[in-house]
């Protein structure tokens, strides 16, 4: 029986780089550290110091590139999932609406 990483439709590709995530819900707007695990062509998984983020916020990514070789990234994407971590932080998938 295959397993659900084996029906993606896209190559996800470990990252482990930080990065920052605007939160544009309705308690706030505000910039959060994370921590990107993974990314592929429409999502990434982060992992955010929140205890949650609720299912459907909007969030921009933004990650420096450490490389001249390699452009920074910068996405517009909503939350699809978010799983606690720790009392104080979760890992949340997001589904990308928009690269810039």
Do not use: H, W
Request: with cysteine; glycine share 4%; net charge negative.
């Amino acid at each position: 029986m295959l397993g659900y990483d084996d029906k993606r439709n896209f190559f996800r590709m470990m990252v482990n780089s930080p990065c920052l995530l605007e939160v544009n819900d309705e308690e706030s707007s505000r910039t959060l550290q994370a921590v990107c695990k993974d990314i592929s062509a429409t999502g990434m998984s982060l992992e955010v110091e929140e205890p949650s983020l609720e299912i459907g916020t909007k969030v921009n990514v933004s990650i420096d590139s450490q490389s001249s070789q390699v452009p920074s990234l910068s996405a517009v994407a909503t939350v699809v999932r978010c799983e606690p971590e720790s009392e104080s932080s979760c890992v949340i998938g997001v589904e990308i609406s928009e690269m810039n």
